[in-house]
Structure formats: C-alpha cells, structure tokens
C-alpha cells in the first residue's frame, strides 16, 4: 500500500527544474507533499483533494492524475533552499468511513548545489 | 501560534527504564498519531487517536502505549524501551482524519543504549 516515489535522488544545479513522481497501487483519496531538512519536522507544501487538481507553492506545484493513481510535484527555477527530503503522503478510498491514514512514501532526496 | 510541542526534544536512556514523551496540540484538532522515522523506512505510524479516549494502533505499536485523556495532550509511553527503538519520533495532528493537513511536532530523538 506504501506509494512509490521516483527518483529516489536528485542532484540539481541551482535554477534548474525537478520532477518527482508518486505512484500508487490503490485509487487514492488524497495526496499530500512534505519537505523535510535532515533532522527537523516535514514542512506542508500542499494537499491535493481530488483528481486534475493543481496547486502551486511559490516555485513548487503539484497535480494529482486521479486515473493514474498518481501525483508528481514540480519544482521550477530551484534554489539552494529546495534542498531537503521530499515525501508523499497518501489516503486510499476505504467502504469504512472513518479509519483513514496516511501512508507515507520512502521520499526523494533533492540536493540543489551553487 | 498555531503549533504542536513535544517535550524532551533530545532524550539519552538505559534500556528498560520506562520513559514518557509529552505531545501538546493548541489548535483543538480531533486526530492525533504518533511516528517513528529510521533512516530508509520513511515515516511509519505508531499510534492514531481519533478522539478522545479513541485510540488505535499505527504500524508499529510495539513497545509503545499511549493515552488520550484531554484532546489536546497525547503522551507516547515507552515501558521498557529497548536500542532498536533509538529513533526520531514526531507527533502531529489534525483537524480531521481524512484530507487534512498534519501539523507536525518538532520532534525527540531518542537513544536507548
């Protein structure tokens, strides 16, 4: 059930773009995109409630293929500060109501060098 | 401020010596949880309360026990904590269960040695 994010890695020069990808196996409810610094709390980027959806964040959006079951998150024009663990977080449709969780991916390592 | 506090940010201990971590939200949010993040492992869930005197096992109940008795408040108690639960934890919590945003605590790194 655990979503699959690709890269696992990335290197960037400063100013340039990234994509990372989270897929998964089960139709998902919502997805929701964290930055982590090592060793700090995740960061909230966004959350995408339904499918076609498309948010941005400064230089950093998302979107959400609810028929692929999948969501990626652009980051444009990188800075040093892009740097950090990005991760994916993701509900799936339950009959039962209420004992939703989010299930977190492994995360994307993004290094933005000078 | 909106914000979630967890008490002690840093924490060294012997194995077996029974520990208590503190876990406060202000923002009157229903859903707590509880995690554990190892190198490689990702965030993995410990402990989920959906209200109060509501709770349930994550993931990785294992060792751990926790309690809801005020909403705002959700203690994670280790008994007897061993060295494979040297890790870092974070609480965070949110308004609902579903499609909301989790408002992470800062987090306690742990060592059991």
């Known amino acids: 059930q655990q979503p699959v994010q690709s890269p696992q890695a990335v290197i960037l020069r400063e100013g340039e773009d990234a994509v990372i990808n989270c897929s998964s196996s089960k139709a998902l409810y919502s997805v929701h995109w964290y930055r982590q610094k090592h060793g700090e709390a995740p960061v909230f980027l966004m959350i995408?409630?339904?499918g076609g959806e498309q948010k941005g964040h400064e230089k950093i959006s998302a979107s959400f293929n609810e028929k692929k079951q999948q969501s990626s998150l652009y980051l444009t024009a990188s800075q040093l500060s892009y740097s950090g663990t990005y991760f994916c977080?993701?509900?799936?449709?339950?009959?039962?109501?209420?004992?939703?969780?989010?299930?977190w991916g492994l995360g994307t390592s993004l290094a933005v060098n000078p | 401020e909106a914000q979630v506090t967890q008490n002690p940010r840093y924490l060294i201990t012997v194995t077996g010596k029974k520990l208590t971590v503190t876990c406060s939200q202000n923002?009157?949010?229903?859903?707590m949880s509880w995690y554990r993040q190892d190198p490689g492992l990702g965030l993995r869930q410990i402990y989920y309360s959906m209200n109060v005197e509501v709770t349930d096992k994550g993931d990785v109940p294992e060792g751990y026990k926790v309690s809801r008795k005020e909403k705002r408040n959700f203690p994670l108690i280790l008994e007897s904590p061993s060295p494979n639960q040297t890790s870092l934890y974070f609480c965070a919590s949110s308004l609902s269960v579903s499609r909301a945003k989790p408002y992470f605590g800062p987090g306690t790194r742990l060592t059991v040695t």
């Open positions: 995408l409630l339904k």
């Open positions: 977080g993701t509900e799936y449709y339950r009959r039962a109501g209420n004992n939703r969780k989010l299930i």
């Open positions: 923002m009157n949010h229903e859903y």
